[in-house]
């Protein structure tokens, strides 16, 4: 019954390859984001849909390009992979409750580019 | 813009100890405060929230209170265990559908 899927867990890949991450909730959330965690652990958000829409990018290469085909999925399709892209992405929902904002974490996709 | 600022880490206690974590933020408006975890190889799980000044959030023996005239909200536990090991992020919530905005996190490593 897991609230926030994630596939693959683990990607290694080589620089230039393409590479997608797919995410899926099961909360009947209308919100969904991707945010990506360094090394460092430091979170930035990259993305965030609503309903189907893209309502926050934040500045991303447009290398990134997220898709939501419906509002209990986004996916993540990474082009020209870098080395500095290598890092853990998250994906999380939310739905608005009471104007506080509490967001649901996938397990986490750890992307290595060799 | 929305900022957070949490202590630096590595915070290594022994078991038992008392533990506190500073988050200070500065926002326009009254955000919401959030305190979340992350275990090892895990996402982030929301461990308390606060949604308005005087707010106590509290769970699993950890404490936090929206203190709004100082813009803070430290994490407490009064005896932390082994188990707590682990990455805790400050956030707060704008409301609506702005982005929350989160610390950089501070590893609290509990030895026995």
């Known amino acids: 019954d897991t609230a926030v899927s994630q596939t693959p867990k683990y990607l290694v890949t080589q620089m230039g390859n393409d590479k997608s991450i797919k995410c899926e909730q099961n909360l009947g959330h209308d919100t969904m984001y991707w945010y990506k965690q360094d090394s460092k652990k430091f979170l930035k958000i990259m993305f965030s849909y609503n309903n189907k829409e893209l309502i926050i990018n934040e500045t991303v290469p447009n290398r990134f390009s997220p898709k939501s085909p419906d509002k209990a999925h986004l996916n993540l399709h990474i082009n020209s992979l870098e080395l500095g892209d290598s890092a853990v992405y998250f994906c999380?929902?939310?739905?608005?409750?009471?104007?506080?904002?509490?967001?649901?974490f996938g397990p986490g996709t750890r992307l290595t580019v060799l | 813009g929305d900022s957070v600022t949490q202590m630096e880490g590595p915070v290594t206690l022994s078991e038992e100890a008392f533990l506190t974590i500073n988050c200070t933020y500065t926002?326009?408006?009254?955000?919401?405060l959030f305190w979340y975890v992350q275990y090892p190889g895990e996402g982030l799980q929301l461990l308390l929230k606060a949604t308005k000044a005087d707010d106590k959030g509290s769970n699993k023996g950890f404490e936090a209170t929206y203190r709004k005239e100082t813009t803070s909200f430290h994490l407490e536990k009064g005896s932390v265990q082994v188990s707590d090991s682990a990455v805790y992020f400050c956030?707060?919530?704008?409301?609506?559908?702005?982005?929350?905005?989160f610390g950089t996190g501070t590893k609290l490593q509990v030895i026995p």
């Open positions: 926002a326009t408006g009254y955000p919401s």
């Open positions: 956030a707060l919530s704008p409301g609506g559908y702005q982005k929350v905005t």
């Open positions: 999380a929902s939310s739905q608005e409750v009471q104007r506080y904002n509490e967001q649901f």
